[in-house]
T-cell receptor, first 112, second 111 residues
Framework: AQSVSQHNHHVILSEAASLELGCNYS??????LFWYVQYPGQHLQLLLK??????LVKGIKGFEAEFIKSKFSFNLRKPSVQWSDTAEYFC??????????FGSGTKLNVKP | DGGITQSPKYLFRKEGQNVTLSCEQN?????MYWYRQDPGQGLRLIYY???????QKGDIAEGYSVSREKKESFPLTVTSAQKNPTAFYLC??????????FGPGTRLTVT
């Protein structure tokens, strides 16, 4: 079945630890890829996006993601997390310029 | 300020009643979307509209209805046919296929 998979449902890290959140999708065709973040009590907001070009994209707040087409993956990374990164992170895929599909989300808890 | 407004923030209804959730945007986006967010399930698409007077069912459209009479507005009606309506509902808009902008959400509780 077509899907967006986020394998880590809940991640707990200490401040300054490195972060990598996995995202795999199973759609064919043209895909545009996104990572969104939902801080406690706030709207979902865009972290970064990939449409084409350099597969390593940089977003806000020091986040980056790498698109690996052969692996259908778009993993999110941050070298050193802060307590303020505590939030829920969602991977999303736009397929063929039509619908968006979201993963189930990863809750990140950063301990100070 | 440009953005998306959803009202109300909290909504309580008795079982068997239809309820309409409001979504308005002033971003001049053609596309609008309704999602349902449940813990551990991410965002699931209910309905979407790419242009005024046209909309398509998403993955979980049963028990819901929408209209798109104006570019700025995309109200969602949760009907009595929806078996499990208690949830957090998010509205979004975009210049498809670019990023979506989300509203603050409406938490609906049906008892």
């Amino acid at each position: 079945a077509q899907s967006v998979s986020q394998h880590n449902h809940h991640v707990i890290l200490s401040e300054a630890a490195s972060l990598e959140l996995g995202c795999n999708y199973s759609y064919g065709g043209t895909v545009n890829l996104f990572w969104y973040v939902q801080y406690p009590g706030q709207h979902l907001q865009l972290l970064l996006k990939y449409f084409s070009g350099d597969p390593l994209v940089k977003g806000i707040k020091g986040f980056e993601a790498e698109f690996i087409k052969s692996k259908f993956s778009f993993n999110l990374r941050k070298p050193s997390v802060q307590w303020s990164d505590t939030a829920e992170y969602f991977c999303a895929v736009n397929v063929n310029f039509n619908k968006f599909y979201f993963g189930s989300g990863t809750k990140l808890n950063v301990k100070p | 300020d440009g953005g998306i407004t959803q009202s109300p923030k909290y909504l309580f209804r008795k079982e068997g009643q239809n309820v309409t959730l409001s979504c308005e945007q002033n971003l001049n986006h053609d596309a609008m979307y309704w999602y349902r967010q449940d813990p551990g399930q991410g965002l699931r698409l209910i309905y979407y509209s790419q242009i005024v007077n046209d909309f398509q069912k998403g993955d979980i459209a049963e028990g819901y209805s929408v209209s798109r009479e104006k570019k700025e507005s995309f109200p969602l009606t949760v009907t009595s046919a929806q078996k499990n309506p208690t949830a957090f509902y998010l509205c979004a808009s975009s210049k498809n296929p670019d990023e979506q902008y989300f509203g603050p959400g409406t938490r609906l509780t049906v008892t």
